[in-house]
C-alpha cells in the first residue's frame, strides 16, 4: 500500500491483473477507490489489455505471480514494456524460490531473500530496474 501511495493519488487509476490474491483485490478496489483511485482489472493473460486499459489517469501498472487462484504466471517482460512506452511504472510480486528465502519462526524473511547477489544492470533482465 506503501508503494501505490507514493505513486498514486486521489484521481489516478491502475491498471491490474485480475488475479490477485484477496487483500491485494480489496486494497485496489475497496480500499483504494475511497482514496479516489481507480483500479481498472484485465486479463493477464493477453498483455495487450493492460496497454488498452491505459488512460491519461494511469500512474501505475499491477500484477501478481504467480497469481490467485489461478496459479498463473504473468508475462513480465511483455507488461514491463507496455509500461514503459506509457512511461508508468510497473509493480509486481514475484515470489523468491531460492531455498536461502527460509521463512524464520517469527515469520520474517531472512536478508538473502531481499538481496540480489551476483546481479548488476549487465547481466539483470531486461524488466529490472
Known amino acids: 500500500m506503501t508503494a501505490i501511495l507514493t505513486l498514486c493519488e486521489a484521481g ?7 488475479t490477485l490474491y484477496g487483500g491485494t483485490y480489496t486494497l485496489l478496489e475497496v480500499n483504494l477507490r475511497k482514496l479516489g483511485i481507480d483500479t481498472t482489472f484485465v486479463n493477464p493473460d493477453d498483455p495487450g489489455d493492460f496497454r488498452r486499459a491505459i488512460t491519461k489517469k494511469t500512474k501505475l501498472l499491477y500484477a501478481e505471480t504467480l497469481g490467485n487462484p489461478l496459479i498463473n504466471i504473468v508475462d ?15 509493480m509486481s510480486t514475484i515470489p523468491c524460490l531460492r531455498p536461502t528465502c527460509a521463512v ?26
Open 104 to 129: 524464520r519462526s517469527s515469520g520474517a524473511r531472512t536478508s538473502s531473500c531481499i538481496r540480489r547477489p551476483n546481479t548488476s544492470a549487465a547481466t539483470a533482465p531486461p524488466w529490472v530496474g
Open 76 to 90: 513480465i517482460e511483455a507488461i514491463a514494456k507496455i509500461a514503459r512506452e506509457a512511461g508508468v511504472p510497473f
Open 12 to 18: 489516478d487509476h491502475i491498471v491490474s491483473a485480475s
